[in-house]
């Protein structure tokens, strides 16, 4: 059977494209049809070679990863990964930049034979080009030229008044995260007053990168949590790299590094069901895009003790695979986009109102008794 997925590499190493080309066809899906030793070549060899996803280096001569995506979602949109060997800060800050101009994932490149996470991370790294490259992308307009015309109206909502107080609003996200946290946190006012806690699984080294981007887009403070602070209103935290993160009944973080849950850590489910365990349904729980099932059990535990909770919806998601897993268990009551979930929690929390659309398209169907 011929390999049915086409790959243009794009890296200044000579080592790292060929190794990366010798990773990729070791899988007998994937052929390598071209290999780029900078940005403008990716840029050709997009628009020639017409590839069903890019391996992009960001630290590249000519044209750096960032530029090279920029250009190619604008002429000839295609899935990018980019992927890096260095934590530098610059590098990490044009990461996150390229997932702004439309690069859907970023990875560590995988590590060298003999390292022992050598297997894992080429297998990790295989599994995530193959999934991928399925994504389906659009073209990005220029900032220069956007308009109101092109931009996405934000459907009104209609809303009903509730007598709970949220106390708490808790977010997991995988694959494709970052710009989606982005669009939710921006879209914040400043007198937000709810803490908010975060899981997102990122690549090692990258966590701080995106904190500082983050803080960019919005006002209001965030911090990777600390064992023992006390959650603030207004404040947002994210789980340290390689520690589970949750809540004590005190009301302050409690970080630990314990066993994965459902192969991951930091971990969703180990968030959402340590902060139900404190504040039962007076919560908000949410569940973006992303592979796998984490979180999906514990949004329906949130769910059957009165929290308010909401998944990314398919059309918006990288990977509709955490938010289609707790959409199965009815773990769901509304499925929104990410613009929709920025309005969404600005009234319920600034007006203690709860979203009451039984007319409206986002409202998951109840499953029939």
């Not at 887009?217 to 789980?239: M, V």
Request: glycine letters at 8%; aromatic letters at 6%; hydrophobic letters at 40%.
């Amino acid at each position: 059977m011929k390999p049915s997925i086409r790959v243009l590499i794009a890296d200044d190493s000579q080592v790292c494209r060929y190794y990366l080309r010798h990773i990729l066809e070791t899988d007998g899906d994937i052929l390598v049809v071209g290999i780029a030793v900078n940005g403008e070549e990716a840029v050709r060899f997009a628009e020639r070679l017409k590839p069903d996803l890019i391996v992009m280096d960001i630290n590249m001569p000519k044209m750096n990863g960032y530029d090279a995506t920029r250009r190619i979602m604008e002429t000839n949109p295609v899935p990018i990964i980019i992927i890096s060997a260095s934590y530098d800060s610059t590098d990490v800050k044009m990461t996150f930049h390229a997932m702004e101009a439309g690069a859907i994932a970023f990875l560590n490149k995988p590590s060298g034979e003999g390292d022992p996470d050598h297997d894992e991370s080429v297998k990790d790294f295989i599994n995530t080009v193959k999934l991928m490259s399925e994504v389906k992308v659009v073209k990005r307009w220029p900032k220069t030229i956007i308009s109101e015309a092109v931009r996405r109206p934000i459907p009104e909502f209609r809303y009903k008044r509730i007598p709970k107080k949220i106390r708490l609003v808790a977010i997991g996200a995988s694959t494709g995260g970052p710009p989606v946290l982005q669009t939710i946190l921006s879209g914040l006012q400043g007198e937000f007053p709810i803490p908010v806690l975060i899981v997102q699984h990122i690549a090692k080294g990258f966590l701080k990168g995106m904190v500082e981007w983050l803080q960019h887009t919005t006002i209001l403070p965030i911090h990777i949590a600390t064992d023992g602070e006390h959650i603030l209103p207004g404040h947002i935290y994210f789980a340290p790299e390689d520690f589970h993160m949750g809540v004590d009944s005190a009301g302050r973080v409690a970080i630990t590094r314990t066993e994965l849950e459902n192969r991951v850590c930091p971990s969703v489910s180990y968030l959402f069901h340590s902060a139900v365990n404190v504040f039962g349904g007076d919560m908000v729980g949410i569940l973006l895009t992303g592979m796998g099932r984490d979180g999906a059990e514990e949004l329906r535990l949130m769910k059957d003790r009165g929290g308010i909770t909401i998944v990314q919806d398919k059309e918006s998601s990288v990977v509709y695979g955490m938010p289609w897993e707790a959409v199965k268990l009815n773990a769901a009551t509304y499925e929104l986009s990410p613009e929709m979930i920025a309005q969404a929690l600005e009234n319920l929390v600034d007006r203690n109102y709860i979203i009451a659309n039984s007319t409206i398209e986002n409202e998951i169907p109840k499953k029939p008794s």
